[in-house]
């Protein structure tokens, strides 16, 4: 059983920062491509950022282009989201998501609001 903690959402005023973190719990997390997905009521879940397993190649949603950045630490077992320049259009419940050749595993999901 695949569990996914995230973390670091909460209230930013437009402009400022935040940095989301999804904890994992797998044996080989190295082998998982893992992503941060946002959605918003009424809407489609929608892919923000992923990172692939292994060569760790990424890519962006283009509305976060040059904002957000995704990483991983595998020794932590651990992806991080860096959120920069947020916009209220931004706002969304943010999930985190391990996919391991198709199989895919959601975290419970953590807010973030920006607002002034």
């Known amino acids: 059983q695949v569990q996914l903690v995230e973390s670091g959402g909460g209230l930013v005023q437009p402009g400022g920062s935040l940095r989301l973190s999804c904890a994992a719990s797998v044996v080989i997390f190295s082998a998982y491509t893992m992503g941060w997905y946002r959605q918003t009521p009424g809407k489609q879940r929608e892919l923000v950022a992923r990172?692939?397993?292994?060569?760790?190649?990424?890519n962006y949603a283009d509305s976060v282009k040059g904002r957000f950045t995704i990483s991983r630490d595998n020794a932590k077992k651990t992806v991080y989201l860096q959120m920069n320049s947020l916009k209220p259009e931004d706002t969304a419940v943010y999930y985190c998501?391990?996919?391991?050749?198709?199989?895919?595993?959601w975290g419970q999901g953590t807010q973030v609001t920006v607002s002034s």
């Open positions: 990172i692939a397993s292994f060569d760790g190649t990424t």
């Open positions: 998501n391990a996919d391991l050749h198709g199989l895919g595993f």
